[in-house]
């Protein structure tokens, strides 16, 4: 059974930096594509990164010139780098995963941008 773990959420001051990860373990096959989505309170998720490979992959207009993400498929990893980060970054991050026909969430990892 595939399982998504997230780490480095936390409490940041404004303008400063996190770095999410999220290890896939039990994984059946290979990931075609990682993701990472939000969800502050009374919103709805919303994508905030995706990658298929180095050459193919997505930041959402909320966090382009400050997020990153990244893999590494000899570790099953995605990351997920955010600089400048705002008070409006804050909300529960959740690492996402297509492999094969099925699709996988973590458990979520809270962000909180506040002084």
């Known amino acids: 059974q595939v399982q998504l773990i997230e780490s480095g959420g936390g409490l940041v001051e404004p303008g400063g930096s996190l770095r999410l990860s999220c290890a896939a373990s039990?994984?059946?096959?290979?990931?075609?594509?990682w993701g990472w989505y939000r969800q502050a309170p009374g919103n709805q998720r919303e994508l905030v990164a995706r990658?298929?490979?180095?050459?193919?992959?997505l930041i959402a207009s909320a966090g382009k010139g400050r997020f990153t993400i990244s893999r590494d498929n000899s570790k099953n990893t995605v990351t997920l780098q955010m600089n400048a980060l705002e008070p409006e970054d804050t909300a529960v991050y959740y690492c996402?995963?297509?492999?094969?026909?099925?699709?996988?969430w973590g458990q979520g990892t809270q962000v909180t941008v506040s002084l």
């Open positions: 039990g994984s059946g096959g290979s990931i075609v594509r």
């Open positions: 996402n995963a297509l492999i094969g026909l099925g699709e996988y």
């Open positions: 990658i298929h490979s180095e050459r193919d992959k």
